[in-house]
């Protein structure tokens, strides 16, 4: 009898010990680098998937930072014998999944997550990878994903930072921390509390982001003198025509920066080090709007570039003095954009933040367009506020400074938080 | 008493100030005010210094000398307590 008891053992260890991952359990191995757009909503769609599908386990690899995970990528494309040259990257069951699209590439994820829920799947990589014990090698499926970058893999190795950690990077929740990489979304302000980068919409920042870089007084001053020599002329009609073409005028300089500015982002692609020099630029314009909340505590106008602004109002005068209304409104638009030209220095870096921020977004052209649109509305809120008011009025009117100094340290406080975002968690801003 | 007040047309702050003091002054006909453009009136920017913030506004007791210097964007009812303070309710 004990060598049927032995067998029946035996026999029941061999089947157990062969059998492939238990239908409920499904893993996905995904690999990603931080600061790719693609990678990010593939990311993003992981999470929502496992809210969906709760006996789903993403294991996460970071390669952009961690060389011993590109090794890993590399044996895990020898094992599928397929070849790899980019991420997103992701494999399920056997199955790999190559790039990105939304409307495609998360169907056939989820479909496959499915099919390995209801029948067990091959999970040949496991072991490369660590994650469990060894599994059957199954049948390999190619795929028919689209590379992101034909240099990436050689570009992943050329980065030889320090390894964070050496657990494997797990994601069992969304929002939580992972380690080695894994990007987590939710954080903890002090006083605010918990928070998810996540929910901020581009919308909402972008009106932000617009009303705190308007608060901006420099931006005004031009502004401000040419009304106050506008309501001498006694002419309402030439006073709307200069005043509307220099406000019209300092938008298309604002415009023609961003966009020029979004279309170099774009074209130089995702570079680590301009995205940190841009987060770096976030830093130095917050620390620079932290300090004028301590150091400018009245509110009042900094007196500063006498000699320039002086030579500024001298051809202001001349141009408004100007009989010919044509040659006088020419004359306005080319001092506007000289004017807002020099003055973009003096905007702690808000536009070329916002930009950087807007191409991790990955939209289409029309959505660029529209948001730098939306931005330059809220940017431009006061000065049209001001210029109506004065103008329907016939009376100089200011917009009060005392929200000047809350909306320094509010600026402040958002460039350094995107700045630090910017370099070290930029799929925080990809959604 | 009197008051100097030294603003820009371009500085925002100084064109919020413009109004309250207009009700002041409306208030407190005895009290003496003079406007200085930062621009313009430069003799009197450089005799008082005024080389930080605008609008800047300074407090001459009856001797003409000063007293008090304020800047920036100021309530009413702080100009109006410093006015009482010294001039009583006139």
């Not at chain 1, 053992?9 to 238990?22: H, L």
Request: net charge neutral; charged share 20%.
């Amino acid at each position: 009898m004990k060598w049927i008891y032995a067998f029946a053992i035996t026999a029941v260890a061999m089947i157990v010990g062969a059998a492939p991952v238990r239908a409920a359990d499904v893993r996905a191995y995904f690999f990603y680098g931080d600061g790719c757009p693609h990678c990010a909503k593939e990311q993003y769609f992981l999470e929502t998937l496992k809210d969906r599908h709760p006996s789903l386990s993403v294991y996460e690899f970071e390669v952009y930072n961690h060389p011993e995970n590109v090794e890993r990528l590399i044996k895990t494309a020898e094992a599928l014998r397929i070849v790899v040259d980019g991420v997103p990257f992701l494999v399920i069951g056997d199955q790999m999944f190559s790039g990105y699209a939304p409307g495609t590439t998360d169907r056939a994820i989820e479909q496959r997550v499915e099919t390995c829920k209801a029948s067990a799947c091959p999970d040949s990589i496991a072991q490369i990878l660590g994650v469990a014990a060894p599994r059957p090698l199954g049948s390999p499926s190619p795929g028919n994903g689209d590379a992101v970058s034909g240099m990436l893999r050689d570009a992943l190795l050329e980065t030889p930072e320090e390894t964070a950690g050496a657990d494997l990077p797990v994601v069992p929740d969304a929002g939580s921390a992972s380690s080695a990489g894994g990007v987590a979304s939710s954080f903890t302000v002090p006083i605010i509390g918990s928070f998810d980068a996540r929910s901020i919409s581009l919308p909402f920042l972008t009106v932000v982001m617009g009303l705190l870089d308007g608060f901006n007084p420099c931006a005004m001053w031009t502004l401000l003198f040419l009304i106050s020599l506008l309501l001498g002329m006694g002419d309402r009609r030439k006073m709307w025509i200069l005043g509307g073409a220099f406000i019209a005028a300092s938008s298309a300089v604002y415009l023609l920066f961003m966009v020029a500015w979004l279309k170099l982002i774009l074209f130089l692609g995702f570079i680590t080090w301009i995205r940190i020099a841009i987060g770096g630029v976030a830093l130095v314009g917050g620390a620079y709007s932290i300090r004028s909340f301590f150091t400018n505590r009245d509110g009042g106008c900094e007196v500063v570039g006498e000699e320039g602004r002086r030579k500024t109002f001298e051809r202001m005068r001349s141009i408004v003095r100007q009989g010919n209304l044509w040659f006088a409104l020419g004359g306005i638009i080319a001092l506007a954009f000289a004017v807002n030209t020099v003055e973009l220095v003096c905007s702690a870096g808000f536009p070329a933040v916002y930009t950087q921020v807007l191409a991790l977004r990955n939209l289409v052209a029309w959505q660029y367009g529209a948001y730098i649109l939306l931005y330059i509305f809220f940017f431009m809120l006061d000065d049209l506020f001001v210029f109506v008011v004065t103008m329907a009025t016939l009376e100089m009117t200011g917009v009060t400074t005392r929200y000047v100094r809350a909306s320094r340290m509010i600026g402040g406080l958002l460039l350094t938080a995107i700045g630090l975002i910017l370099i070290f968690k930029p799929a925080w801003l990809m959604f | 008493m009197k008051v100097l007040k030294f603003g820009a047309v371009w500085c925002n702050a100084c064109l919020v100030m413009r109004p309250r003091w207009k009700e002041i002054e409306a208030e407190y006909p005895k009290l003496q005010t003079e406007y200085f453009d930062f621009d313009t009136d430069v003799d009197a920017v450089r005799a008082y210094g005024i080389d930080r913030t605008l609008p800047t506004f300074v407090f001459l007791d009856d001797n003409g000398k000063e007293f008090l210097r304020l800047n920036g964007e100021i309530a009413k009812e702080k100009l109006v307590d410093i006015i009482r303070e010294r001039m009583g309710d006139v």
